[in-house]
């Protein structure tokens, strides 16, 4: 159905409405801050921001490794914010730079395990910092300000203002910081920071060289470039459909840089439509997709190859997958991703023993769905593998986990018709009792679980 909310909502008038945000500023401190924002003038907005960055550099308020999602969401908006309100490119500029200057504080008092703050400093404060940059008029402010937040880097969060300054700014600031940096190189006394002003010197020449031959290159001039600006140039030659030149340029890669691998087939892919090379685009796409199959992979590849060659394709792979003696959970999952259920269920009951039950990510998708399809044995018998790993490991923490398979199990023992050659579930079930009697913690949440 449409969403005709806001149509409602103007029909009801504008004091109405007032009214209505008025009471919730009064009640919801991130309402009162969005309506005070919006209602007042860009320096007003400029000294509100400073005081939130002061009381950012301030705050005591440890941040654990589960708030800091949510804490990076709040970051990234006082940053929408600033671009939003903040429209002189100058001010912008030094409000950013005090932005950045906050992560000392911030990463001191978070739990930041998974780099999920430090990356709203590496990108999104590094991209608004050269966005205002690249409009402010004054050479000399954006040249100090660049220079007072990149040689301070205690945590890492600003080693990506480093990158690809010649993208970014134009060479009369560079010039300006190299003058900077080689004053700073030549009145230091201390050894370590000399070194340092010395290697960003360093990494700012060697980045206008490489620049300069990459204007070469795109004239048609044969230059020694690293991986990285020769895929750039091959981007650059596709949009341009010179799809012979960034050929040329991405057959300079060595074979055997598997770092860029996928940024190389991506480009690849686009050479081979734009050159209508048919047979060249679905080998690569071929390649792919027997080296890692996805669902995603095959409807790429059949996408090029026709989708009546579905069947052919499939049939080719479920041999392949069944020729390899070991459980490949990757294979299993694309075998459920497919339909193909009376194969998959083949395959698990042929290769159970060999099964590594502690993958806890791949195979509880794979029993449910197997499950769903009415193949309870095999779903059965990955639910034990999965199980009896859970209870070797002892991981107590995930024994509510356990007890949903235990529950599966329970549920589908009186489906299976045939055991084969497997325990029944009741043999198991007192086999694991037997063995785990001591895992109290996991019995008693089981037996919470039945409601006794």
Known sequence: MPDNRKQKL???????????LLELASNISQVDDRINMLISSEQENLERFRRKLTALKNSTQFIDSRMTYSFAKVLERMLADIEERITDPCNGLELIAQFIETDEFVLETCDDSYGTVAEVYLQAAKDLFFQYASSCQDKEKVATLFLRVS??????????????????????????????????????????????????????????????????????????????????????????????????????????????????????????????????????????????????????????????????????????????????DQDAQFLSDVGMMDGLETYVLDRIQRLDGGNYYTLPRIAQKLGESGCYLAASLLYRSLLDSLMERAYAKSYHHGVDYLNAMDAFAPLVKDWKTFPTHNTYKMHLLLENKRKRSFWDQYRRSKGL
Do not use: H
């Not at 029909?11 to 009214?19: A, H, R």
């Not at 003058?179 to 002003?197: A, G």
């Not at 020694?224 to 650059?236: G, I, K, N, W």
């Open 10 to 20: 103007m029909d009801l008038g504008l004091e109405t409405l007032v009214d209505t």
């Open 151 to 328: 040689e301070k880097d205690a945590y890492g969060a600003r080693s990506s203002l480093m990158e690809n300054l010649t993208e970014f700014l134009g060479d009369p600031v560079l010039a300006l910081i190299l003058d900077k940096l080689q004053v700073l190189v030549e009145n230091e006394k201390e050894e370590k920071k000399q070194r340092s002003y010395a290697r960003m010197i360093a990494s700012i020449r060697n980045q206008q060289e490489e620049a300069n031959l990459f204007a070469a290159a795109l004239q048609g001039k044969q230059v020694e470039l690293p991986t990285p600006r020769m895929l750039a140039l091959a981007r650059v030659f596709c949009e341009k459909q010179d799809a012979e030149s960034a050929l040329a340029w991405v057959k300079r890669i060595p074979a055997n840089d598997s770092s860029n691998r996928y940024e190389v087939e991506e480009i690849l892919k686009e050479i081979y439509a734009m050159q209508g090379d048919r047979e060249s685009l679905i080998a690569l796409l071929y390649k792919n997709f027997k080296s890692y199959r996805t669902l995603d992979a095959l409807e790429e590849l059949l996408l090029v190859m026709g989708q009546e060659k579905r069947e052919e394709v499939l049939a080719n792979e479920v041999t392949s997958i069944c020729q390899n003696p070991s459980f490949d």
